[in-house]
């Protein structure tokens, strides 16, 4: 290499040292920290991409991919004495800055012939698959009374008002369709995140296939929520650490109705012991990935 063209490409490498040195000053440029530090690593199993939402952009939740559950159910109150409106408007669930925001309010609310003092969203998806391995990147909402939850129900659920039920098939009663609960939080048990499975032989109040474990933060900082699901089994982690798993070793239909069609479901529900100071709180979550 000649001194001339040595001479050139420093001369031209510290020009553009120095522009960028320069737009570091003034304009601050940082790194978008959430996709460095959460990379999606799919498992040896499951390795390819069926569906996700990034939720790029803002504005409108993509309605290809989502419905927004509203109906109430018979009594005119959500299962188990829930004091919260699930609503279809902007302001209880919405796309921000790549990001999906489902929020919990503190307000009157009149729908369906019923009045209640809070409001949230519950999201199904338009989506809905036997095994794999789904993935969360999500904050929490916090606050005494919330009752956040990202799960999954058989699509046969006889729901009125749910979105495979109104495509026509609802067929089967809960808890016998089964139900996968991907996560809870219970906001009187701050940072304590629960999965569970519910079926024929263990359900509701009484549910026993469960578990869970404490984690740092989960309102403030984002976590990675993740099911394996197979023929054999489901392993429920947070961050890469398991805390609970369910293998029954006798799969009939009562132990495992969880070899058809399941979807997802997003939620904020609020519980009759709300603080009385609770205003508002969402749930904010960067990406929802499905692999097979």
């Known amino acids: 290499m000649g001194k001339k063209t040595a001479a050139f490409i420093l001369l031209i490498t ?13 304009n601050k440029v940082t790194f978008d920290s959430k996709r460095i530090t959460a990379m999606s690593v799919p498992s040896p199993e499951f390795k390819s991409l069926v569906w996700s939402d990034e939720f790029a952009g803002s504005g409108a939740i993509n309605p290809e991919k989502w419905f927004h559950q509203t109906q109430l159910p018979p009594g005119g109150s959500w299962w188990g004495g829930l004091v919260q409106h699930y609503t279809d408007r902007a302001s209880n669930s919405y796309v921000k800055n790549g990001y999906l ?9 009149e729908d369906q012939g019923e009045i209640k003092n809070y409001t949230a969203a519950r999201l199904n998806s338009k989506f809905a698959f036997t095994y794999g391995r789904i993935e969360i990147r999500a904050k929490l909402p916090a606050g005494t009374g919330t009752w956040p939850a990202i799960w999954l129900l058989n699509k046969n ?23 996968i609960d991907i996560l809870e939080h219970w906001g009187k048990n701050q940072d304590y995140v629960s999965s569970a499975v519910h079926n024929a032989s263990s359900y509701g109040s009484e549910v026993k296939n469960l578990g869970g474990q404490k984690i740092d933060d989960v309102s403030n900082e984002f976590h990675i929520y993740t099911l394996d699901w197979t023929k054999e089994k489901m392993v429920f982690t947070v961050d890469g650490v398991e805390h609970f798993q369910y293998q029954p070793s006798l799969k009939n239909s009562d132990t495992w109705p969880y070899d058809s069609d399941y979807y997802l479901l997003l939620n904020i529900a609020i519980e009759p012991d709300i603080d009385p100071n609770f205003v508002e709180s969402p749930m904010v979550v960067d990406y929802i990935r499905i692999y097979q």
Do not use: M, R
């Open 14 to 26: 510290g020009v553009f040292l120095f522009s960028y040195l320069i737009t570091v000053g003034t």
């Open 101 to 109: 925001n489902l929020v919990a309010k503190k307000e009157k609310f």
């Open 157 to 179: 659920i006889d729901e009125d008002g749910a979105y495979w039920d109104n495509q026509g098939f609802g067929t089967t009663k809960w808890p016998i369709c089964g139900e």
